[in-house]
T-cell receptor, first 114, second 112 residues
Framework: GENVEQHPSTLSVQEGDSAVIKCTYS??????FPWYKQELGKRPQLIID?????GEKKDQRIAVTLNKTAKHFSLHITETQPEDSAVYFC?????????????FGTGTRLTVIP | NAGVTQTPKFQVLKTGQSMTLQCAQD?????MSWYRQDPGMGLRLIHY???????DQGEVPNGYNVSRSTTEDFPLRLLSAAPSQTSVYFC???????????FGQGTRLTVV
């Protein structure tokens, strides 16, 4: 099955700095890569996703890059704000016959220091 | 539009007891799934369904059963609870391949 590794497990940045979280995956058939943000005691919520036919996607202060050859993808958050503090999860899916089964990384706890 | 609704939010069980975690969605999504979240391990897929009457196993299915009699509901049954099943359980639904998964608010289950 798919194996997704995520680094770092914790990340502290000063407000206004950038944060980068990296993930690798093992299954070359994976073709959908979402990122979820989870605040303490809350449900995971999608913040951005990318499909294998695209190398980069940006949404305001958040961007994701994908390198299919190396099988890794990264989340970039610029101009970080205290409300960005949360746990971030990457995931991968191969999208088999109607099933969007997600394989998650172990999470990165991001702390933005005011 | 309530999205994905899970009940209960909290539950304490004794070892050997059985219970059903409820999940309902009102978005007419064909795909539904159950994940468990344990510290330091991310979310792991337990069971999933691509439509009414169709279910399949995920990464960690042992000790859990599911059924899907309607598009809206996807209950998760613990037949004989064990301490190793102490976790936070999330139900999710979506339109299918390569689309956003919408999560419920979670059920925190403790087995003593």
């Amino acid at each position: 099955g798919e194996n997704v590794e995520q680094h770092p497990s914790t990340l502290s940045v000063q407000e206004g700095d950038s944060a980068v979280i990296k993930c690798t995956y093992s299954d070359s058939a994976s073709n959908y890569f979402p990122w979820y943000k989870q605040e303490l005691g809350k449900r995971p919520q999608l913040i951005i996703d990318i499909r294998s036919n695209v190398g980069e996607k940006k949404d305001q202060r958040i961007a994701v890059t994908l390198n299919k050859t190396a099988k890794h993808f990264s989340l970039h958050i610029t101009e970080t704000q205290p409300e960005d503090s949360a746990v971030y999860f990457c995931a991968a899916s191969r999208g088999q016959t109607g099933a969007n089964n997600l394989f998650f990384g172990t999470g990165t706890r991001l702390t933005v220091i005011p | 539009n309530a999205g994905v609704t899970q009940t209960p939010k909290f539950q304490v069980l004794k070892t050997g007891q059985s219970m059903t975690l409820q999940c309902a969605q009102d978005m007419n999504h064909e795909y539904m799934s159950w994940y468990r979240q344990d510290p330091g391990m991310g979310l792991r897929l337990i069971h999933y369904s691509v439509g009414a009457g169709i279910t399949d196993q995920g990464e960690v299915p042992n000790g859990y059963n599911v059924s899907r009699s309607t598009t809206e509901d996807f209950p998760l049954r613990l037949l004989s609870a064990a301490p190793s099943q102490t976790s936070v359980y999330f139900c999710a639904s979506g339109k299918g391949v390569g689309t956003e998964a919408f999560f419920g608010q979670g059920t925190r289950l403790t087995v003593v």
